[in-house]
Nanobody
């Protein structure tokens, strides 16, 4: 399985971006798909997850109400819609996948496959 993330860029605070993660093979509908981010000098941080077959979602408190994760199985793609962006959202964003449910979905170690990352920069 290969994941290809895209959609990052530079925006001003309050702006929006939509990240995309395209998966090779038919994994999107059957996998847990997550987004993580890493700011300079910081650890990876859980951002959002779409659970198996789209049965549910979860978000970090820091993005709840501003970010929305969704999936399009027909396109093998998972999206992260980011609205009301803040400077503290600046980071490299990564998509990740695992083939089945895990209670540890907020941890990077729970995922088998990773995309290459896309940079998001939010200026004040």
């Amino acid at each position: 399985v290969q994941l290809q993330a895209s959609g990052g860029g530079s925006v001003q605070a309050g702006g929006s971006l939509r990240l995309s993660c395209v998966a090779s093979g038919r994994v999107v509908n059957s996998s847990v798909m997550g987004w993580f981010r890493q700011a300079p000098g910081k650890e990876y941080e859980f951002v959002a997850v779409s659970l198996w077959a789209g049965t549910g979602t979860d978000y970090a408190d820091s993005v709840k109400g501003r970010f929305t994760i969704s999936r399009d199985p027909a396109k093998n793609t998972v999206y992260l819609q980011m609205d009301s962006l803040k400077p503290e959202d600046t980071a490299v964003y990564y998509c990740a996948a695992r083939p089945d449910y895990s209670d540890s979905y907020k941890y990077t170690s729970a995922y088998n496959y990773w995309g290459q990352g896309t940079q998001v920069t939010v200026s004040s």
